[in-house]
């Protein structure tokens, strides 16, 4: 019914076009146990793992970004992103699987699980046979995808604070610094999205549900252990 309220803000006007799949990844049974503190260790180390493989693709797909720019604000946007990505997010990464008993040795030898070569070469895929508009939709999945889990959290009755593993997890995507960057993701994608065509709107709503479910699988993969 929502999806057709064409006043809302086209980011929302996504969402709302694929609302059940979004609800099911923002609010999966992984992010519900990290929020109640009750999710197994064993998964979320699983996650962690899985998850620097996800890293090392997310930033070739920033790097698929720089490539696609057609202007020089683009460039820039996609090397800052790109950046960050490896002078900090992975950096950070490695020290926080190093907390949870991960060495870099047992990441350099990680084998691949079939739910994160799904999602990044999905992503990676969009971006290579589309344009920088269908690159940056596969990728909005996580770049507001988590600040929204983060933000979703924090707002729930059954957070435990005190004594909670995952608490630093949540704070970490709950920071200013990241839930900016989502906005200004949201803010770039309303002001490209305005634009395009009723055609072109119903493509990008398929890629961005297919990348919204994919990461709802890659919950999912943590949560079962699955390789
Ligand atoms: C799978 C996944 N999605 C999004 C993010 C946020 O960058 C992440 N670290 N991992």
Redesign the pocket.
Known sequence: MSAVLSNALPFDRLVDACASDWRAYIEHPFVRGMGDGALPEASFRHYLK??YL??VH?ARAWGLAVYKARSMGELRQGLDILKA?VDL?MGL?ISWCAEWGVSEDDLAMLQESRA?MA?TRYVLDAGASGDLLDLHVALA???V??ADVASWLLAQPFLKRDGNPYMRWIDM?ADAEFQQAAQAERDWLNARLAGVTPERFAQLSRIFRDATRL?AD?WQMGLTLAD
């Open positions: 899985q998850d996800f890293l997310f990505i997010e990464h994160t999602y999945p996580c770049v995808g988590y995507y990461e890659f």
